[in-house]
């Protein structure tokens, strides 16, 4: 049956719609949502910028664990399936990571901002989102309908745990010690990679409040020049480490710890000098 479905959507297949949900489909991934967050960060609110990572963060992080527990195969390669993005389809195919990413950052987004203009995105982006990852051949329905859920349950799970925690490192620190708890069910690519940039939000977070401490209210041009200055950073970095590192589950971990780090924690000490 859900062969069925896939084949279906995928018989409106043209150059158009794989442009467009390739492109949507990107809107989920980890740079995109690295420098989204970084955005909330430096322009916006600080805090709301911490609770939309850790949000996104630790929900994926869940999201690598219980592909982990079901091991269920992706359609990749079944019949009639033509499947595209498959460098970004790494790991099992329960629940979708992508339309959770999507379900999650635009429901923590709404919760953080409550406008209109949001809410409207939040029923629209996900559910692209989870039709781009059926559309390019990756994931099954069950896999997106759960994937959506989950977005929308954890991105309320964690806006109570962010208000109701006062020590925040310990909050985090309790998340990073029970995500590994499914270190026995296995080791995937996506799993280390999560796990690193949780470890690397941690002591970003950690060295930036003793260390750093930058001030959010400067005036609105600053605010986006520090923006942009990050995003060429964050770009150096992610490209530089991803063309020296080597290709192993140790390397991994430490790739992405170090940019979440470098990101969130490194980056804002030049604040003090971009005038």
Same mark, same amino acid.
């Given at each position: ?16 719609? @794989? ?10 991934? @980890? ?10 960060? +430096? ?13 996104? #963060? ?47 950052? +635009? ?13 409207? #995105? ?51 620190? #309790? ?22 940039? &949780? ?15 930058? @001030? ?10 520090? +923006?942009?200055?990050?995003?060429? &950073? ?12 080597? @290709? ?5 971990f430490l790739r992405y710890s170090i940019l979440i780090f470098s990101a969130l924690g490194i980056y804002p000490l030049a604040f003090r000098?971009?005038?």
């Amino acid at each position: 049956m859900e062969l069925q479905i896939l084949r279906f959507i995928q018989h409106f297949k043209c150059d158009f719609l @794989d442009v467009l949900f390739e492109t949507i489909s990107i809107t989920a991934e @980890d740079f995109f949502i690295i420098l989204l967050i970084s955005e909330v960060l +430096w322009i916006f609110n600080k805090k709301s910028g911490e609770f939309l990572a850790f949000s996104i #963060i630790s929900g994926l992080l869940f999201n690598c664990g219980i592909k982990n527990i079901f091991k269920l195969e992706r359609p990749i390669g079944q019949e009639g399936i033509e499947s595209e993005r498959t460098h970004t389809a790494t790991g099992y195919s329960f629940p979708s990571g992508h339309t959770q990413n999507s379900a999650t950052l +635009w429901t923590s987004l709404y919760l953080l901002f409550k406008k209109r203009a949001l809410k409207i #995105i939040l029923f629209i982006l996900p559910f692209l989102t989870a039709l781009s990852r059926l559309y390019l051949g990756v994931h099954y329905p069950k896999d997106v309908v759960i994937g959506l859920l989950l977005g929308v349950a954890f991105s309320y799970l964690s806006l109570f745990l962010f208000n109701k925690f006062q020590n925040r490192t310990l909050l985090y620190c #309790i998340v990073f010690l029970v995500s590994l708890l499914f270190i026995p069910f296995g080791l995937s690519e996506d799993y280390v990679k999560t796990l690193g940039m &949780f470890f690397g939000f941690i002591l970003s977070s950690l060295f930036e409040k003793k260390f750093v401490n930058y @001030d959010i209210n400067v005036r609105l041009p600053k605010r986006f020049l520090r +923006w942009f200055v990050g995003v060429i &950073f964050i770009a150096i970095v992610y490209f530089a480490m991803k063309l020296t590192f080597p @290709d192993n589950l140790g390397a991994d971990f430490l790739r992405y710890s170090i940019l979440i780090f470098s990101a969130l924690g490194i980056y804002p000490l030049a604040f003090r000098f971009i005038k």
